[in-house]
C-alpha cells in the first residue's frame, strides 16, 4: 500500500503517560536500482514525546528535521527505524496521538508513502 494519508498503514497501541509505545518503520525500496530513502517524521509536542532510532543511534533531529537518509538501499533492501511515542501527562485522558512519517525516493521526491501511529493516552 502506497499512499500520502497513511490510510491503510497506521499502527495503534494505548499507554500511560511516560510509557513508551515502540513502532518499527521496515523501509524498503521497491525501485529497479539501488537508492537511499529519506525520512521525515513529526516530532514531539505538549502532548507527547517522539523519538527515532537506527539501531542505537538516535536519529530524531534528522528525522524532524526531514534530512535523515538511509544508507543506500539495493533493490528489494530494507532498512528498519525504532520510534517511540510517548503521552505526556499534559496529555487528556483518551486523547489520542497521531504522529505521521513520511518516506521518499532521494532520487524522485514525488514518489512518496506515508505511515502513522496513533497512541491513545489511558490513565
Known amino acids: 500500500t502506497y499512499n ?3 490510510t491503510g498503514q497506521t499502527a495503534t497501541d494505548s499507554r500511560r503517560p511516560g510509557q513508551a509505545a515502540t513502532f518499527t518503520l521496515s523501509l524498503q525500496n521497491d525501485g529497479s536500482d539501488a537508492e537511499k530513502l529519506r525520512v521525515a517524521g513529526q516530532g514531539s509536542t505538549s502532548q507527547v514525546t517522539v523519538a527515532y532510532f537506527s ?3 538516535n536519529v530524531t533531529a534528522a528525522v524532524v528535521a526531514g534530512t535523515y537518509k538511509t544508507p ?3 533493490p528489494g ?3 528498519r527505524l525504532r520510534m517511540t511515542v510517548t503521552p505526556r501527562a499534559g496529555a487528556s485522558v483518551g486523547a489520542v496521538l497521531t504522529r505521521k512519517v513520511t518516506v521518499s525516493s532521494d532520487n ?3 514518489v512518496k508513502d506515508v505511515v502513522k501511529a496513533k497512541v491513545t493516552r489511558l490513565r
Open 77 to 79: 533492501a530494507d532498512h
Open 108 to 110: 524522485d521526491a514525488t
Open 55 to 57: 539501531g542505537a543511534t
Open 4 to 6: 500520502t494519508t497513511g
Open 72 to 74: 543506500s538501499l539495493a
